[in-house]
């Protein structure tokens, strides 16, 4: 097999390309060639040695699939350390994105050149790693220890100007980037610019770590890599250079061999799995969307709108009433302010998005959309009446899409003249935060309407999961036995604080009775009015929910549901709750005990766990681990667990 490495003289300079699609991972064969290439430029004619990467992007990292087996040599930290003492100037090319070991190939080499859309970092926290191959030594000689630790603990990349500023690029190119980091290379060497070894730069100045492990682990929750990470820049900035990567050898060593990094490499590659569906050629074609219109524009229709304007797809929003037009319209406003305001867009990024969003009461207005969303309230008779409008509306070809939580994708779309446009695009609120996309692919959906949707979702900046129709889809469904089990717990002698506090801990965004209290318990009080009693179920799933709402405790919007709420929504325990739930449960027949927190989390993660398995039974996900998916960027579930299903398989 030929090397994914070239090797050839421009002039002067020795030329290290690298193409190793899709994203020139660090691979054995890349190692290989990357040292065989050094080991060459060291002995020829050059003068200096560029590295350059062919394709979408710089090194994305260590190869990720060979992480958990035998490690082939050349080891990524040596073949590092060959590259920085080489005695000719080696200068790195980036772009695309350089990430983990691929930027610490960077920050190997003597100098750093990148082109201005560029982005640098170092993800691996999100792999439960740290950068295992000098990256925490070398990034704090550059950056100094601050800009380092929040580099490394948070993952988030940054774009080439910004690692300019901290010292971690030496100059931007712009144009063509070999030419012109062939030309930075000459500019060096005319300049007579020294061999520059980021090790040999004086260790950075000693900072408060206790204070700084103490800012981690409130935002670590639970990872134990933000930790590792801190341990490591300590080690650069107290030790030798030599010291702090026998530091960084073992800690990286500890976290590969333990549980959280393997549930999120576990996680990583479901996420990519997940884009895919089974079934679906490849090749099959997609629409194109370039227009959507949203129907209904209150919570989920205004963030739904935000999503599209902020990828530069313009919206209509249709509305009942010019009244209600002018509020989801005004709301969206108050949105953006508030980014501008907490620095997450720019005042200009913030106009453009929001003058691609228009609004009318008019359905006349859809007639040349490609996609129309329809969010409006969940009342299936309403729906059905919108698509059967949007039939005689929109035009031929037009992907039309419904937000239902629940119902009947098929129903709607046979509401319709052409059932194969009509899809399910059930997104989470606030909807144009949440990343998880649930595409709900009807049984008469066209195989080019869900594969518009899968990439569109991407375009968006979602992560889309594939769901067959059932009651709930994937999501919803498993929230059922969650909830129920929920209700058990408290009857049986939990309370809601032990409840919520176990799930915390256990690395839940939110237990599951702030949930409740969240998403208000009238909406389920009201829905279950409508139902006999056979409908409504096992009463101890809904009874103590039932006497919060008539003792007018509606949830957090009402200051009180299973906790009391202050102004700032900050939850505090309530005697008239235990109250509550202890009477119901006299009423129920239930004996209440003690239960240790153990048992609320096996018993709440086993609830998901089980509904998960009927649902790919079912064929209603297409595997396992699309529902971790689901779980982790739709409900809170801690990434570094793996998601309910690898969980439930591997705890
Ligand atoms: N190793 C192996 N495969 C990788 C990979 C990696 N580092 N990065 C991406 N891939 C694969 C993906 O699995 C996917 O494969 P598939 O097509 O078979 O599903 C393919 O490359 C394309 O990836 P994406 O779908 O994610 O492509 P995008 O264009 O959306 O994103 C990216 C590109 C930003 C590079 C993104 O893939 C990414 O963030 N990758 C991970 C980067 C990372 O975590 N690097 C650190 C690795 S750990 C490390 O370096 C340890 C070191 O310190 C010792
Ligand atoms: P909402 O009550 O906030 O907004 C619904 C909007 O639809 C209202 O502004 C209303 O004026 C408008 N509307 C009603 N009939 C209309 C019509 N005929 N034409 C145009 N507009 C009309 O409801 P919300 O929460 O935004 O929910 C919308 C849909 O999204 C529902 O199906 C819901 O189940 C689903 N959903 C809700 C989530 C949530 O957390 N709120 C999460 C995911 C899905």
Known sequence: ??????????????????????????????????????????????????????????????????????????????????????????????????????????????????????????????????????????????????????????????????????????????????????????KLLDSDAPVRRTSEIDPPKFGDFDALRAAVTRRA?????????????????????????????????????????????????????????????????????????IIGGGTMGGGIAMSFANAGIPVTMIEISDEALERGLSIIERNYAGSVKRGKLTEEKAAQCRALISGSTDYDALADVDMVIEAVFEDPGLKKKIFARLDGVCKKGAILATNTSYQDVDQIAAATSRPEDVIGTHFFSPAHIMKLLEVVRGEKTADDVLATCMQLAKRIRKVPVVSGVCYGFIGNRMLRPYGLQSQLLLLEGATPEQVDGAMEAFGMAMGPLRV???????????????????????????????????ADRHGQKSGSGFYIYDEHRKPTP??????????????????????????????????????????????IAQRSSDIDVVYVYGYGFPAYRGGPMYFGENA
């Open 221 to 293: 929750r639970g990872q134990v890599a933000p930790l590792a990470i801190v341990d490591c820049v300590e080690a650069a900035a107290t030790g030798t250079f030599a010291e702090g990567m026998k530091v960084e050898r073992q800690k990286f060593s500890e976290l590969m061999q333990g549980k959280q990094s393997a549930a999120l490499r576990h996680f990583f590659f479901a996420e990519r799995q997940a884009a895919k569906v089974d079934g679906l050629a490849k090749d099959t074609p997609v629409r194109a969307v370039d227009s959507v219109g």
């Open 1 to 186: 097999m030929s090397s994914p490495v070239k090797y050839t003289l421009t002039g002067n300079i020795g030329v290290i390309s690298v193409d190793s699609p899709p994203v020139n991972a660090l691979s054995h064969a890349v190692r290989q060639g990357l040292l065989d290439a050094i080991t060459e430029a060291q002995n020829d004619a050059s003068e200096a040695v560029l590295i350059i990467c062919e394709g979408r992007t710089f090194f994305a990292g260590a190869d990720i699939s060979e992480f958990g087996k035998p490690i082939q040599d050349p080891w990524l930290p040596e073949l590092l350390n060959a590259i920085e003492s080489t005695d000719k100037l080696v200068v790195a090319a980036i772009h695309g994105t350089a990430l983990g070991g691929g930027f610490e190939t960077a920050l190997a080499s003597h100098y750093r050149c990148a082109v201005p859309s560029a982005k640098i970092g170092l993800p691996e926290v999100k792999l439960g790693l740290l950068p295992g191959a000098g990256g925490t030594q070398r990034t704090p000689r550059l950056a100094g220890i601050e800009a380092a630790l929040e580099l490394m603990t948070s993952g988030v990349p940054v774009a080439a100007s910004r690692a300019k500023e901290l010292g971690l690029v030496d100059e931007i190119v712009a144009g063509d980037l070999r030419e012109g980091a062939l030309t930075y290379v000459r």
């Open 574 to 619: 309530c005697p008239e709750v235990h109250k509550i739930i202890e009477e119901t449960a006299a009423e129920l027949g239930f004996e209440r005990r003690e239960i240790a927190d153990e048992e609320i989390v096996d018993r709440l993660t086993r609830a998901l766990y089980e509904e998960g398995g009927k649902i790919v039974e079912e064929g």
């Open 516 to 550: 409740f209290d969240l998403a208000g318990l009238d909406v389920g009080y009201k829905a279950r009015q409508a139902l006999s009693d056979a409908e409504k179920g096992d009463p101890a799933g809904y009874r103590v929910l039932d006497h919060l709402v008539e």
